[in-house]
T-cell receptor
Framework: NAGVTQTPKFQVLKTGQSMTLQCAQD?????MSWYRQDPGMGLRLIHY???????DQGEVPNGYNVSRSTTEDFPLRLLSAAPSQTSVYFC?????????????FGPGTRLTVL | GNSVTQMEGPVTLSEEAFLTINCTYT??????LFWYVQYPGEGLQLLLK?????DKGSNKGFEATYRKETTSFHLEKGSVQVSDSAVYFC???????????FGAGTRLFVKA
């Protein structure tokens, strides 16, 4: 098992550009989520999904879109990047999204918006 | 709303010292509580968890007890090693599930 994989590892964008951060898991997990990590603020939930075709907003969803067409993949789209979106982004997955099941994190994508 | 507050770091200890990292929470209902660890350049890993009051989570010599009366979940280890140097995050998952709330993280440095 590869676990949770994320691409790219690093990305630099200019303000206004768009891009998609990729996340995939091979553990047949129903629950997937995206977080951003900023210094002194811990991780904050952006969006999550409890299964293919189902997504919902977390704490900080503005400026980000998600979709879940397959169980394995959960891409995060930035439609028009802003410097405030400079952060480290983590994808995570678990079997159910409840406390019964362990949440597994990917290695992260470091994004800089100039 | 729900929130988690943990002690600011960094915390610097010598090898074999006793570790405590304080964590308190605010939540309605009966959340589940977690400690995650992040090693340099990596994603977070679950360290331990407790899902109801008075439960004690433990793993790799680390322990934390879910204290509802003080809304706390302090992390302890009796004898730290250099390899424990990392950032530690306290977190809660509310009763309904799906949305984990993290504290700001506490960086631990252990000197040989």
């Amino acid at each position: 098992n590869a676990g949770v994989t994320q691409t790219p590892k690093f990305q630099v964008l200019k303000t206004g550009q768009s891009m998609t951060l990729q996340c995939a898991q091979d553990m047949n997990h129903e629950y997937m989520s995206w977080y951003r990590q900023d210094p002194g603020m811990g991780l904050r939930l952006i969006h999550y999904s409890v299964g293919a075709g189902i997504t919902d907003q977390g704490e900080v969803p503005n400026g980000y879109n998600v979709s879940r067409s397959t169980t394995e993949d959960f891409p995060l789209r930035l439609l028009s990047a802003a410097p405030s979106q400079t952060s480290v982004y983590f994808c995570a997955s678990s079997l159910s999204g409840t406390a019964r099941d362990t949440q597994y994190f990917g290695p992260g994508t470091r994004l800089t918006v100039l | 709303g729900n929130s988690v507050t943990q002690m600011e770091g960094p915390v610097t200890l010598s090898e074999e010292a006793f570790l405590t990292i304080n964590c308190t929470y605010t939540a309605t209902g009966y959340p589940s509580l977690f400690w995650y660890v992040q090693y340099p350049g990596e994603g977070l890993q679950l360290l331990l968890k407790a899902t109801k009051a008075d439960d004690k989570g433990s793993n790799k010599g680390f322990e934390a007890t879910y204290r509802k009366e003080t809304t706390s979940f302090h992390l302890e280890k009796g004898s730290v090693q250099v390899s424990d140097s990392a950032v530690y995050f306290c977190a809660l998952l509310d009763t309904g599930g799906f949305k984990t709330i993290f504290g700001a993280g506490t960086r631990l440095f252990v000197k040989a």
